[in-house]
């Protein structure tokens, strides 16, 4: 009889655990997408990024949530992600805005524009200052969800092949900049070039292009372009504070579960802050190794940055009067950088400039 009753005990065991098995797995399905990368392999930093989103929505699901990420061109692309997200060719992508201003101008501000923010303002802008809240009410009409998925810090303004000392010395100079940038620049005389990173090397050498911006010095250093064009100019006045964003397909966004949700926003906040840090620790390094090969750092002068503002805001203004879209976002944002830059006058800069002057002394 004991037997028998413990054989009975042990199947009921059984049956609850059958009972058990698919609730839990309701609660953790298998979900699997595909995130398409606006950047090659090689860019360890913002590729890498997609890749850090990948590795935390799996370990935290015990594998259930799977993002496989592809590097640009190996389903789409780098120009062509927003449409595969948008018809749903892929679940997810990884870029920045201003890589489609084609479709409309005011994707440019969720990443970068000119004379914007640094990378912690930024951020401060999109959780708490309403900018994220506001993009994604307008990239709705793409039928996407976007979440801040990483940032660079301010950027270079890149390699050039001779000297720009003025506003004249941009005069027909062929220059590969993206997004709402090559706008600003070509006010000021120059050429922007559109092109993927992949192909700035080939074309710095061949001449095809006079000059080329990309991120700083350890993605340039990684692509060589010290060796085609000597002078390095910085900053680059036209990314202050770049935000990647990871981008949804609105219907499988949707249909996530509310914890995996919460997930993929825990991710793209690791991701977030993980790709700065990079940059942070990467780049200093980096510009050691390129001065010593030869690169000449150079910065921009007062006559650029000064016409480069005043270009700026023009160009601001005239798309504002057309556009209701690009008014709305970039209102917010300017309210909130001039806020911003009033308290940064006070404490950050304040501390940044002193400890910069005291390097010797410590």
Known sequence: MKRRQFVQAAGLGLAAGAIAKPAIAQSMPEVRWRLSSAFPKSLDTLYGAAE???KFCSE????KFQVQVFAAGEIVGTFQALDAVSNGTVEMIQAPGYYYVGKDPTLAIMADIPFAFNARQKNAWLYYGGGQELINEFVAKYNVHTIPGGNTGTQMGGWFRKEVKSVADLQGLK?????????????????????????IYPALERGTIDAAEWVGPYDDEKLGFNKVAPYYYYPGFWEGGPTVHMWFAKPKWDELPKHYKAIAESAAAHANIDMTAKYDAKNPAALRRLVAAGAQLRPFSQEIMD?????SNELYDEISGKNPDFKKMYESLRAFRNEEYLWWQVAEYSFDNYMIRSRAKG
Do not use: N
């Open 175 to 199: 220059f590969r900049i993206a997004g709402i940038a090559g706008q600003v620049l070509q006010k000021m005389g120059a050429v922007p070039q559109q092109i993927a990173g992949g192909d």
């Open 52 to 54: 850090a989103f990948s």
């Open 60 to 63: 935290m699901t015990d594998g």
């Open 307 to 311: 016409a480069g503002l005043k270009a």
